[in-house]
């Protein structure tokens, strides 16, 4: 088997694992940590090919599904808006495969990085949460000023739960790329 796809496999099997680890709770539960979906779609559109995307919407949409039907996780989210999950991670996807063409290991890819981030993240939360006020039927005396007030509650722990699971890939991609040159330089 070719070293890529080894590589492509290892990544989708933690990606995939880190998903599921942290997908069936509540983002602001206190013992628990945050979901790291976002995050990974961004970081698989950078690593895998095509056919991981729609590998972990499966994932996440199981994932979802035993969480509620049988881990007392709350459906409360569940409803049509749920479909809009799928655009919603397409963007941190597409945003990882901006960022693909343009990566390279300098402080200027590292602002590049961040900048896509932030921007897919922001992105992605009116995307999710936009739709669930829209679709989710369960807003019908709620006006769109007094959802959004009441979403911006959200908006910092959402961003920053993106941020605390990218910020350990750059680290780790940066204390790779030193490792295996400090290697190569020895050889």
Not at 102 to 108: I, L
Not at 129 to 142: D, H, I, K, Q
């Amino acid at each position: 088997m070719p070293t890529t796809r080894i590589k492509s496999i290892a990544w989708f099997a933690l990606l995939t694992l880190l998903m599921a680890t942290t997908r069936s709770h509540h983002f602001d539960s206190i013992t628990h940590l945050p979901d790291a979906s976002l995050a990974v779609f961004l970081l698989a559109g950078m690593a895998l090919p095509f056919a991981a995307f729609p590998a972990l919407l499966l994932v996440a949409g199981l994932v979802d599904y035993f969480a509620i039907n049988y881990g007392g996780t709350s459906g409360w989210c569940a409803s049509p808006a749920y479909w809009f999950l799928i655009p919603t991670y397409a963007v941190m996807w597409y945003a990882g495969r901006f960022y693909r063409a343009r990566h390279h290991q300098s402080w200027h890819g590292l602002a590049l990085f961040s900048a896509t981030a932030f921007v897919a993240t922001n992105v992605a939360f009116v995307i999710s949460n936009g739709s669930f006020y829209l679709f989710s039927g369960r807003f019908a005396e709620v006006t769109a000023l007094q959802y959004t007030v009441s979403m911006a509650q959200y908006y910092l722990p959402y961003l920053i739960s993106v941020f605390l699971y990218l910020s350990a890939a750059a680290a780790l991609q940066i204390l790779m790329v030193g490792l295996l040159s400090r290697r190569s330089a020895h050889i």
